[in-house]
């Protein structure tokens, strides 16, 4: 038989109804492919006389300890932080990784994440975007890599895709027991689009401390940007000024409502207090200092990194879901100057 006709890859691939990448897996001996995928496939390779050439494939082994990075929003800075502490914390351990903004955008997820499969990474972490991903999961699981959700759980098979998210519940349930110790009698919950699972985590903590202390909760859902929240802070002015603080979403949304408060002449820390979600870096340098729940984006990303590389190397999956710990920096935007840790 002549080189030009000898069976492929691709060849196993479509005989075995499998991918690519799953045959390479096989052949690379992973532990990430089931047991009954790697005898059908090897089945596979026999009946039609496929030789692995390792000459060649240690040629195109570039790509070897490649880790596909694939991010919702690098626009938002709580995102690209995480993206930046795990692409080092891999790096540390050897790997490199390839890192994919999809905009929120589920096609282009799809097609970024496909490509990754193809050019043969060891391992995905996703942190997904809503609406339309099943396809892009289908993918992950046709070819048997190691694949891991992060800050939002949008697929439930988590045997397949294991997810961590900080405990978002327990920390707006501190933000919100702070403000009331800090005097607030009316408190809003401000940004989170409705129904998304992130939201309605990140609120719930603050409905259950209301409902603790008989008070009458304030839902403001929207976009989580600081257009959002420099509008709201206006418009509670203006229609709402009984209201005299805010859980925020994010960071980014209360930034926005500390400049609309600027710009109605409310100030923040004693007329209106408010406590951000995320802790991100800048929070700390503006005027006054943000109170934000903190979900230590770094340790997140270290983590992740840790746990992909066991999962890889000794085939050790992590569990289905995990939960980080938050805590609760105070600053001045919530009636207090000095930098105080709650471990929740």
Avoid at 63 to 71: K, R, S, T, Y
Avoid at 78 to 103: H, K, R, W
Avoid at 170 to 189: N, V, Y
Wanted: proline share 4%; glycine share 8%; net charge negative.
């Amino acid at each position: 038989m002549s080189a030009r006709n000898r069976p492929t890859i691709i060849d196993v691939a479509k005989k075995a109804g499998v991918s690519k990448s799953t045959v390479s897996l096989v052949l690379q001996n992973s532990a990430s492919v089931r047991e009954e995928t790697r005898v059908h496939v090897r089945k596979t390779m026999t009946e039609i006389g496929y030789v692995y050439n390792r000459s060649a494939a240690n040629m195109r082994g570039s790509n070897a300890g490649l880790i596909g990075l694939v991010i919702n929003d690098l626009r938002n800075p709580f995102f690209t932080e995480f993206a930046t502490s795990l692409q080092m914390a891999l790096s540390e351990s050897g790997y490199a990784t390839v890192i994919a903004n999809t905009d929120e955008n589920a096609q282009l997820q799809e097609q970024v994440v496909s490509s990754m499969i193809e050019h043969g990474v060891s391992g995905l972490i996703i942190c997904p975007t809503y609406g339309g991903s099943t396809a892009t999961f289908d993918a992950i699981a046709r070819a048997g890599i190691p694949a891991m959700q992060m800050l939002r759980r949008i697929d439930d098979r988590l045997d397949l895709f294991p997810f961590t998210a900080p405990d978002y519940g327990a920390g707006s349930r501190a933000a919100t027991m702070h403000l009331i110790d800090q005097g607030a009698r009316k408190i809003a919950f401000v940004g989170g689009l409705e129904g998304r699972a992130v939201t309605e985590e990140r609120k719930a903590g603050y409905l259950a401390v209301l409902q603790e202390n008989d008070m009458e909760p304030l839902v403001l859902s929207g976009r989580s940007s600081r257009a959002f929240g420099r509008e709201v802070a206006k418009t509670l002015q203006r229609d709402l000024p009984e209201v005299d603080a805010a859980v925020c979403f994010n960071d980014l949304v209360a930034l926005g409502m500390l400049s609309g408060c600027h710009e109605v002449g409310r100030k923040v820390g004693s007329d209106f207090r408010i406590v951000g979600f995320d802790d991100i870096e800048e929070v700390a340098q503006c005027f006054p200092a943000l109170s934000s729940v903190r979900c230590d984006i770094a340790e997140i990303g270290e983590q992740a990194a840790k746990t992909l590389v066991a999962w890889l190397e000794k085939g050790s999956p992590p569990p289905p879901e995990s939960r980080t710990p938050i805590s609760l920096t105070i600053r001045g935007s919530s009636g207090r100057c000095s930098w105080i840790n709650f471990d929740i």
